[in-house]
């Protein structure tokens, strides 16, 4: 089976040189965590370590970080199953990159499988970096080898999905809802399996006393806003709300030391200021108060701005680049009737891991895929969105002989 | 309306561009304070936006709070019954966008209607001279349904007479036939034109260039609205616009307005010296994006707009999704009184960075 010549001559090859369709379903396949996957892994992360405009971006930083040998010798499993490649992997990556989906990329590549990878028609200066680094770190490796990782670029249009996903053993769908109804209605072989990322919101849970008490609330402060602004709160980790636990008034002291720090952290953090965004922000908080008896916060500017809302019902991404509703929530149960299904992250300060256990527990929740640490709302996790990515791009033989 | 509203008479009633700036700010400050009032008590969602801002009544025109135009598209706002709507505008926005909607009764259209005379009448005169629309027929066929388009073509042909459309219906292509008839009635007169900005240089003064044709009518008025967005795309420059106007069908005044269907009534027109001028009763605000303080002439921003007129929504002070700057006030050689202006074009989109989206969008 190949890809007819109308289709193919539609797909654009961005990586590695000299790649094609054709090179890539035909190479091998090899055993997860395999010698020269691992190298193609380290690769990638020399090709960002060597490069100047790659270190200066911290979701770079990042991912050369995760690439560590010793980082990713964690990831193989260790329970003694004997773990194969499931084949062709198709990832279709979102419109606007970040680079959460060459996590997954590149945990496909580690699983053993072979991947075409389809990123965005979309220019950017962050996607040119992106293909020049893995152009780059390809080129170090055999031709055998560089075929297991194809970078394309081609319109979304069905009839290409469709023939891409007639040799998929399994797909990768990152991007809003909307893309993936788009990809799913191009049909899977009946064999192959699907992982969707569609769109999710987070938040931040604080408690107001352990706030008061923190030693470390600038350095608190700076990990929140960083959560927050990274991607402008565009990325599906960052909070958009923040619910803080305590009485009232332990709750209005913690607010009144809190924001400031985060108006400092990100007036350090520098980011560009965009005049649309502040326009969002604008509409935002006029339609939360249309709504309902709403309280806007104090800010010195339009980078940041906070409306607390005493019933909060739904998540909704109203505005980006610095806007967010707080409420106050008595206990952590509370916070459970407001869950939705697309719940991913909760950055949690001074809430314990217990408490969290008891009010999953309890009140079972539809949503809530991760709760982390502040500062940790962007990490990469190899589990993510309630699915272990390396057992899901591989499969397991059982042997029982 | 039963409130009194002394201040927005007085500010209505006033010759459109004679109020000085003392003035201006006393008379039409103490207008927008009304309505303010007004629509506070009027429409429980504006309320509810005044109240979480936690701000005293306002005393100057720049005191006065205001809504981001989207806002109306995002909620249904007004300050009357159901029952005393007298007709529902909605904006042209681009396809896939939910459209404005603008709810006016009787008196806030009526006051819109005089507004728009007063000013128009400032720029072509008490007589009405034949008019040319550039547009066709069907715009404005539908009476029930609104466009901007068509009501803008509605509202500005009373100022006309012996109204000629200039394009056909099936293709807009010219109608030479009515254009020849048109021009050999009224040879030598000085008319009236009007259309939107993108159809009078697409269809009219591009396809006469096009066709090798050229109208001979002296003395005249183009006025035409709408925005330039869409003229930028294809780098066609005011100046540009205005000299193939004026060699293509001897256009020598043309005057382009800026407005906005949230905002009826209110028109900056632009006079010979190329200025946008805010009339007495509305005025214009530029905004630094950041903390939404004024800033003066000469410094970029933001456009706020500000009208007496609203009566039945919430719409007399708007945040505007343009750039502009402002030019001057009480100072330009046209001697029209009040502040003067440039559009610098829409606020840029925002840069798409989370994991949410799309490999749909792209096809836009």
């Known amino acids: 089976m190949s890809i007819a010549p109308d289709i193919k001559r539609q797909i654009s090859i961005m990586a590695p040189a000299g790649g094609s369709i054709a090179a890539t379903l035909a190479a091998p396949r090899a055993a997860p965590f395999a010698l020269e996957r691992l190298a193609l892994v380290d690769a990638v992360r020399k090709a960002i370590l060597a490069d100047p405009a790659a270190r200066s971006r911290p979701e770079m930083v990042a991912l050369a970080f995760w690439a560590r040998a010793a980082s990713l010798a964690q990831l193989a499993p260790k329970d003694g199953l004997t773990r194969a490649p499931r084949g062709l992997a198709l990832h279709i990556a979102p419109g606007n990159v970040d680079t959460m989906f060459l996590y997954s990329a590149l945990l496909s590549v580690l699983a053993g499988n072979v991947n075409i990878v389809r990123v965005s028609g979309r220019e950017s200066d962050a996607l040119t970096l992106l293909l020049r680094l893995l152009n780059e770190a390809l080129a170090t490796l055999p031709n055998d080898v560089r075929a297991c990782l194809l970078i394309v670029r081609y319109p979304a249009e069905k009839p290409i999905n469709d023939a891409l996903s007639a040799h998929a053993d399994v797909r990768v769908i990152w991007g809003g809802d909307d893309t993936v109804r788009e990809v799913r209605a191009s049909p899977l072989p009946p064999h192959a399996s699907e992982l969707t990322f569609p769109s999710k919101v987070s938040a931040a849970v604080i408690d107001a006393a352990a706030w008061a008490a923190a030693p470390d609330q600038a350095e608190q402060a700076r990990r929140f806003a960083l959560d927050a602004i990274t991607f402008g709160q565009q990325a599906c980790s960052s909070p958009l709300a923040l619910f803080w636990r305590g009485d009232a008034a332990r709750v209005a002291a913690a607010q009144a030391t809190f924001w400031p720090l985060v108006e400092s952290a990100i007036a350090a953090a520098d980011e560009p200021f965009a005049a649309r965004a502040a326009v969002d922000k604008l509409v935002a908080e006029q339609k939360l108060a249309a709504a309902g008896a709403v309280h806007h916060r104090d800010t010195s500017d339009y980078r940041l701005r906070v409306t607390e809302t005493p019933d909060l019902a739904r998540l909704t991404r109203l505005a980006s680049d610095g806007f967010f509703v707080e409420r106050r929530i008595e206990r952590l149960e509370d916070l459970a009737p407001l869950v939705q299904r697309d719940w991913q992250t909760i950055a949690s300060l001074g809430v314990s891991g217990d408490d969290w256990r008891a009010m999953l527990a309890a009140s079972r929740p539809h949503g809530i895929d991760r709760i982390v640490p502040f500062g940790q709302a962007l990490a990469f996790g190899n589990v993510w969105d309630g699915v272990n990515l390396l057992t899901a791009l591989t499969r397991i033989v059982s042997i029982e002989v | 309306m039963s409130e009194a509203m002394q201040a927005r008479d007085a500010v209505l009633a006033a010759p459109p561009f004679a109020l000085d700036a ?105 007589d009405r001279r034949p008019m040319l629309i550039i547009d066709h027929p069907g715009v404005v066929r539908d009476r029930t349904s609104f466009s901007a388009r068509g009501a803008g073509i509605l509202g500005m042909m009373t100022y006309g007479r012996a109204h000629t459309y200039a394009l056909n219906d099936e293709d807009m292509g010219l109608n030479l036939p009515a254009i020849t008839e048109f021009a050999e009635k009224h040879a030598g007169k000085p008319i009236f034109a009007f259309g939107f900005t993108f159809m009078v240089w697409k269809y009219f003064l591009s396809a006469l260039e096009r066709a090798g044709i050229t109208l001979d009518f002296p003395g005249s008025v183009l006025i035409h609205s709408g925005g330039w967005k869409k003229l930028e795309d294809e780098a066609v420059s005011n100046e540009q616009f205005k000299s193939v106007a004026l060699e293509r069908a001897g256009f020598d005044h043309v005057h382009n307005f800026y407005g906005m269907v949230e905002q009826v009534g209110s028109v900056f027109m632009e006079c010979d010296h190329g200025r946008l001028h805010a009339p007495g009763f509305a005025d214009v605000i530029i905004r630094d994006p950041l903390d939404w303080k004024p800033l003066g002439i000469g410094q970029e921003g933001i456009i706020q707009v500000v009208s007496a007129i609203p009566l039945s929504y919430p719409g007399h002070s708007l945040l505007t999704e343009d750039r502009g700057v402002l030019t001057g006030e009480d100072d330009c050689p046209c001697g029209r009184m009040g502040r003067t202006f440039r559009v610098l074009g829409r606020i840029p989109a925002a840069e798409m960075r989370g994991c949410s989206d799309t490999h749909t969008a792209q096809a836009a």
């Open chain 2, 22 to 126: 003392a003035e201006k700010n006393r008379l039409l400050g103490a207008a927008l304070a009304e309505l303010t009032l007004h629509h506070a008590a009027n429409c429980p969602q504006y309320a509810g936006i005044l109240a979480a801002q936690g701000r005293s009544a306002p005393i100057g025109i720049a005191d006065v709070p205001f809504l981001p135009v989207r806002l109306f598209k995002e909620l249904d706002l007004k300050s009357i019954a159901a029952d005393a709507v007298f007709k529902t505008l909605t904006s042209s926005g681009t396809t896939g966008q939910v459209p404005s909607r603008i709810y006016l009764d009787q008196a806030t259209a009526q006051a819109q209607s005089r507004a728009l005379a007063a000013i128009t009448t400032n720029f072509i005169g008490k």
